[in-house]
């Protein structure tokens, strides 16, 4: 049996230099632990100037990622560039080369998971990809594995450290969002260019990638509504906390029958949820399922080492797999007949903040609209405020289809005493 | 590739009838998932009149466990009798006749899991035990491999679901223990025979099998100190609420260097702690690692389907690897040098309820024996009552070995004034 498992890392940024630091350091207790010797052959990168947390020999270093995915001597390609190019190129070409791969790439995965599983198992390559979805948490070996008797039917999901951070400090510091996203990004929390994460897209990614196997279809990002946290401002987090509630970025997948809803979004959540308590920059899922009932699982989702948890143990697993020269063919079991609910036609609760001239007759007219459109009222709140200005009124609705709440709220906002378009958060 | 495996489950009480359901009502969703056809050939259990959630067909049912042990053409033997006799001559034989088990029996496990394992390793049969802990928490799972690149230095859990729910329910309806207890019974969450769960033993058990892979040092239950929850009072929990803590029943694991403490015993754990929120019958386990810093899993710990979750994705996942006719040997990986920390020398912070008479310089013996024994006061209560009654004074400590403490309330027990043994409840 072979025990030497040699790795190519192509990519050197937080997420590389920490699991080629952890990779070299803690060498020896991975071969006492799995009787495998991981040796990092070469790492590519196109800026070697930068310096990093771990630096490696002149010998493993390169710019050019063929010495890698070509070279005869290495079995594992550890991509941590991330985004479609050339990453896609590197991973393919890797797996036809019949070498494993492991890759952070949400981004990627999110719409060519698939696509890239069947190549992999074309190739008898294996694909590790656990560091793509909440960081450390071993959340795709639960669901595929942990949870394989299972039918799962609804997930949860806090995915994004950088807008969880960002929620939970304007909770706590009562500071606007843009001033928050500054700090977050000098304290290192949010990039420069934080707009995947602010957006919720790198949430839909993931979710993406946790649905496709935790329903067995194939859904990508597209398939689904995502919005973003910037129109959350302290007015909703403040009146969401009278109310006993948090505004969380939640990822949503709902599955019921023969159809699946799924949205990102930001949303209301009971301070009574366990995911309302995941504060900063950790990451929750939540998931039921027809067996294991409920379960929570939650970690940080990102960070070097964290990601680096999961990078190591995904080499190691399939370095096992390798060394022990066995292969064990993935399924691809598709649930042919499941649809996804188009939007419109998902039904939820709400809460509106409509900004309205504070004369008597308005709540009248909201309400009246509001109940036009089939949408009846859980609560109100309206506070004594300056007559003759716009002042928030806040309403909580019973469950309603999404067609009819925009329908209503499209009306409302037409009317000459709403003075702001009205703000829409879902509760969960 | 065979795509046909066939098991023969030994025990059929909840857990069992529970599987056998499951597995016999979603077979083709198994098999459209998994490619494999999972066909239950033989239910060994000694009494057949008992009424059960799911009834075997006359062909497949059986009261000589040897039928399924000797047969030629079962793959897996699923023992859920539990308990060591006949369990562990059923796993071990099963296991020489070249068939892999799926268990759940912590008990047998707890004292004997590596002497089985290695059995397994040398018959290359494989040994499922994921519903031994936690129920259907992939827990065993993500420790082994989900967590496999780490060094996990600390396990905090709550892992038995019956006293769980005896202190969730005694915090909520201010009920004392026996009544409690009773209710439980009633209610189907404590068994006739509740001293197993009572005692804190079964949580060791679990605890035991947890270390051993966390800590890679085979631990059995003999090796730490567990208390049980009987002597916890409604005093305690009231005065716990008062200072901002829960009392749950923990199971402590705690790496450093080349020690490793361990325990199973009632303690207060601030509201804070994400183990706090954990009520009912769920399990929790919190763990810390060197890369993945902090993780917390948690869900159904037991009840029949729940510990089914747990037992078919055993089945399913080995059923691949026998399927695809693959054997992953086991590692086994020994830290040779670690050491179990002796329980006198853990040092801890203590909660202390005194028994004592209400008069002037009480509390000042009290303090003085304390402080003698090198142990420093971190806050009192103690409230006015009837002058000349035994009442109660609450001490919390600062950190201090347990043999300083014990030494210490020993002394302070035999004063005059001090009329009821001291309770004395770690601070997690």
Redesign the interface.
């Known amino acids: 049996m072979k025990n030497k498992i040699n790795i190519g890392i192509v990519g050197f940024g937080v997420v590389g230099s920490h699991s080629a630091k ?1 990779l070299t350091e ?1 060498k020896e ?2 071969l ?4 495998l010797e991981i040796e990092i052959k070469k790492i590519c990168d196109t800026d070697w100037n930068k310096k990093r947390i771990w630096m490696p020999s002149e010998k493993q270093i390169t710019t050019d990622f063929n010495e890698i995915i070509n070279a005869s001597d290495i079995d594992i390609v550890v991509e941590l560039i991330g985004k479609e190019n050339p990453a896609e190129q590197i991973i393919k070409n890797s797996l036809k080369n019949k070498k494993s791969v492991v890759t952070a790439n949400k981004f990627l995965l999110s719409t060519k998971l698939f696509e890239i599983l069947q190549l992999s198992n074309e190739n008898k390559s294996y694909l590790g990809f ?1 560091a793509s979805v909440a ?4 959340i795709i ?2 669901i595929k ?7 799962i039917t609804r997930i949860t999901a806090i995915l994004n450290g950088t807008t969880n951070f960002i929620l939970s400090s304007m909770t706590k510091n009562k500071i606007e969002f843009d001033q928050t996203l500054k700090n977050a990004q000098n304290l290192g929390y949010a990039e420069s260019n934080p707009s995947l994460d602010i957006s919720g897209m790198d949430t839909a990614q993931k979710l993406a990638i946790l649905s496709t196997f935790a329903f ?1 279809k194939n859904i990508i990002p597209d398939d689904f509504v995502t919005k973003g946290i910037e129109k959350i401002g302290q007015l909703d987090i403040e009146y969401a906390k009278q109310l006993g509630y948090k505004i969380k970025l939640l990822a949503f997948a709902v599955k019921e029958n023969e159809t699946i809803e799924l949205s990102v979004q930001p949303a209301l959540i009971s301070e009574n949820h ?1 995911l309302s ?1 995941i504060e900063d920059v950790y990451n929750g899922i939540y998931l039921e ?12 989702g990102a ?1 070097g ?2 990601a ?6 995904d ?3 399939i370095g ?2 390798i060394a ?1 020269d ?4 993935e ?1 691809f ?1 598709m649930e042919e007949n499941l649809k996804i609910k188009p939007s419109d036609e998902i039904i939820s609760r709400y809460y509106l903040c409509f900004t309205a001239i504070d004369e008597p007759g308005v709540l009248a007219e909201i309400s009246k609209i509001l109940g036009n459109n089939g949408i009846s009222i859980s609560s109100v709140i309206q506070k004594e405020e300056n007559p003759k200005q716009a002042v928030p009124i806040v309403i909580l609705t019973h469950q309603t289809p999404e067609k009819n709440l925009k329908k209503a709220v499209n009306e409302i906002d037409k009317l000459s005493v709403i003075k702001k378009p009205t703000q829409i958060i879902k509760i969960e």
């Open positions: 952890v803690n207790y991975f006492n632990k799995t009787g656990e960081g450390a948490i071993p070996k639960s594995e942990g949870f394989l008797s299972n039918n067995h366990p308590s399922g027809d067996l294991f009932g409920k379960a929570l699982f939650y970690g940080e960070g080492y964290a680096g948890s999961a990078i190591i143990s080499i190691l697993d096992k797999k022990a066995i292969y064990l063919p399924k079991y």
